[in-house]
């Protein structure tokens, strides 16, 4: 298909503006068609001198000249002063530099169709940054109409995007097969491909722009939802639901095991899902429970009763510490009631590992702990009925399926996230799911307090980190990168390590974690810092998941103004976990008054829902909840969490046009005539 092709088929594009376009992802005529325009600017409409507003827009107007003179401004520049009249007035163009060049043709008389800046000027309005074009005699200033602004990269130019955009029109208009079943377009009354395509990259008017938009954010969403049903149906096949007896005496025993009483929140999130998983119905539910609120002892109770009726749970969390951590606890709660439990991450190797495996593909092993290991190919359970993931958006919508499939039930689900998730979401990601949600913390704890300095308070705060270290508790200092260089002005994780050893931290024992540390050593140094015989920890946001050291009272946060709110309360949350008091620094380099205003919200708030929702209306949607994080496709005009109304209609009619045998062929074909891939993706895998 022409589409298909690279863009070095378009006329005018050779191997360095290909490469231009390489930068921005677009490789074949069809990715340049995909990319929609970023802006548009209104040229559709030619204006006299009286309508031309004087805000500085561009605009685009006729007009004869009427003088040129030469002029040398106050900081001794050339310049060329055009004066134009039209019937309604008169206004001056300053054209520097090359610009003069032009004007050299432009004689009384001349007509000219000019597009500049305009401002208010002495006397006559003035015009600056003018594009002008003469018309020859008896020409029509005809108005190039709303053009379209894209993104660019290196050496290209709107109007190199343009021509190529518009050659390839020319292509679609010979041959574009429709892209979306038709009696959705019907139903919908959407405008027909081609027509779309054209009006969103040269809008014939804002009207037509507005349909072609609505279109394509229809599509995205529409086949995003068929290919997230489609995965479902397969993943769900005939599979039935397990239902469970009511708690009996391990749970009672679970419960009697813990060295605290359930809160009311934990109480309430724990009779729903012992509801849920009472049902034959699978549960699909999700716990929303800021950070510290104690989410671990509510999936402690839904693994146990699994156990109890004699199926197997897992949790499955993302990274080997947390993993540790996990397994620890959950040791804690339910050995004393007599349940099994193992761990399963890629540092569990060799015999270990071909036990584990052994005991949970026979049965002997009722709860499983473990990371992504647990979803390979050779791990097998024997009844599994419960799957628990504990993350912070970090798997993928495939990784959770994959883990569901391992049982030849369908199994009861629970997804866990200390960072509320938008409903339109959540649907997407994790289709239809009940929500639960734990606001507050366990009683007992004291609000941790939270301050803000500039870099200049930085040694003060270190004296302060060591007088907590001698009085017997444990710090944090997080740096948002590991290696200088990574970002310029960034205090990175080695030097901050290496410079403490030496001073503050001198005689005093300290370790630096991160990311690019071996598994084993990272569990090593994080086990030295939960025994206390680390004092400081000096890391990257690794421990920012969940981990569980009660004597740790300080946390300090390099470069505060690098992470989102959402992120620093969650590194906040874990100190605070102990009785003693404790104590979050947020250092910035920055004195800007908008860094210093957002990061003060976290000296207001200790609420982790207020926070994200903050920190979604600070920094958009985007960045926080991408997709591709979950294994989900870019969207290129849609936005999950605007076009809210959209999604869901989309959602029902995908669920329709799916029970139907010959709208899903439709849809087959509607994939294949799309520009790339991205949809295909999701239906294959
Ligand atoms: P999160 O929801 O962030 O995963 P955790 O499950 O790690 O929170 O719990 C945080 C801390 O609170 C742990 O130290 C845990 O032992 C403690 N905790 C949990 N539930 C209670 C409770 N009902 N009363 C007192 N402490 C509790
Ligand atoms: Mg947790």
């Avoid at 007009?63 to 007035?89: H, N």
């Avoid at 997230?228 to 025993?253: E, F, N």
Wanted: hydrophobic letters at 40%; proline letters at 4%; one cysteine or more.
């Amino acid at each position: 298909m022409w589409w298909q092709d690279p863009v070095t088929k378009l006329k005018g594009i050779g191997p360095k503006k290909a490469a231009d376009f390489a930068n921005l992802n677009i490789v074949t005529i069809g990715d340049l068609l995909n990319r929609y325009p970023r802006a548009y600017v209104d040229q559709s409409k030619v204006k006299t001198i009286a309508e031309l507003t004087t805000g500085g827009e561009k605009q685009l107007f006729l007009a004869e000249v009427y003088r040129v003179t030469d002029k040398i401004s106050a900081r001794r520049m050339r310049y060329t002063l055009v004066t134009v009249k039209d019937s309604t007035g008169f206004a001056e163009l300053y054209m520097f530099a090359h610009q003069r060049f032009q004007t050299r043709n432009y004689k009384p008389g001349v007509q000219l169709l000019i597009d500049g800046k305009v401002q208010p000027g002495r006397g006559a309005k003035m015009v600056t940054d003018a594009y002008v074009q003469i018309l020859k005699d008896g020409e029509e200033a005809a108005a190039p109409g709303i053009l379209p602004v894209y993104a660019l990269s290196g050496a290209l130019t709107q109007q190199n995007v343009r021509t190529a955009v518009k050659t390839a029109l020319a292509m679609a208009e010979d041959y574009l097969p429709e892209s979306l079943p038709q009696e959705v377009i019907t139903a919908k009354k959407l405008p027909p491909r081609l027509e779309a395509l054209k009006n969103i990259h040269f809008p014939a008017s804002f009207a037509e722009l507005n349909r072609a938009r609505s279109r394509f954010v229809f599509e995205e969403l529409f086949l995003l939802q068929c290919g997230l049903l489609y995965y479902r149906s397969r993943v769900q096949t005939s599979r039935s639901g397990i239902k469970l007896a009511p708690d009996g005496d391990v749970i009672k025993r679970v419960l009697a095991a813990m060295p605290f009483k359930l809160t009311e929140a934990q109480q309430q999130a724990w009779h729903d899902i012992s509801f849920d998983m009472q049902d034959k119905k699978p549960m699909h539910r999700l716990l929303q429970g800021d950070v510290g609120s104690g989410k671990t002892a509510v999936s402690a109770l839904a693994l146990a009763k699994a156990a109890e009726n004699g199926y197997q749970g897992c949790i499955m969390v993302p990274t080997e510490i947390l993993a540790q951590q996990h397994y620890e606890t959950l040791q804690q709660f339910l050995q004393p009631a007599g349940i099994s439990i193992g761990l399963l991450t890629s540092s569990v190797k060799g015999t270990k590992r071909r036990e584990v495996l052994q005991a949970l593909a026979e049965g002997s092993l009722q709860v499983i702990v473990g990371t992504h290991a647990l979803i390979q190919d050779d791990v097998e359970f024997d009844k599994l009925a419960l799957v628990v993931t504990d993350e912070q958006h970090r798997f993928g919508v495939e990784q959770r399926a994959k883990l569901a499939n391992k049982s030849a039930f369908e199994p009861d689900v629970l997804v866990m996230t200390a960072t509320p998730i938008p409903r339109t979401l959540a649907l997407t990601v994790y289709g239809d799911l009940d929500v639960s949600v734990m606001k507050g913390r366990p009683p007992g704890r004291k609000a941790i307090k939270t301050l803000c300095y500039t870099g200049d308070k930085r040694r003060e705060v270190y004296a302060g980190m060591v007088r907590q270290i001698k009085a017997g508790h444990q710090a944090y200092i997080v740096c948002a990168v590991i290696e200088q260089g990574e970002m310029p002005g960034v205090r990175a994780a080695e030097d901050v390590y290496n410079e403490l050893s030496k001073t503050f931290l001198n005689g005093i024992s300290c370790a630096l974690l991160h990311g690019k540390m071996k598994p084993a050593e990272k569990e090593s140094v994080m086990e030295a810092f939960a025994a206390g015989e680390i004092k400081a920890l000096i890391s990257t946001t690794v421990i920012e998941v969940g981990v569980n050291v009660p004597n740790a009272t300080l946390m300090i946060i390099e470069n505060a103004d690098r992470f989102g709110l959402a992120q620093l309360h969650q590194l906040r949350g874990r100190v605070g976990r102990g009785e003693a008091q404790s104590f979050c620094v947020l250092l910035t380099d920055s004195d800007a008054p908008e860094t210093l205003a957002r990061l003060n919200v976290l000296h207001t708030s200790d609420d982790g829902f207020y926070l994200a929702e903050q920190d979604l209306k600070l920094r958009g949607a985007g960045q926080l909840f991408g997709l591709r994080q979950h294994g989900l496709p870019d969207l290129y005009i849609a936005d999950i969490l605007q076009d809210t109304d959209v999604l869901v209609e989309a959602r029902a009619l995908a669920k329709q046009a799916l029970a139907n045998k010959k709208l899903t062929g439709e849809i087959e074909e509607a994939l294949n005539a799309q520009f790339d891939e991205r949809f295909k993706r999701i239906f294959n895998s």
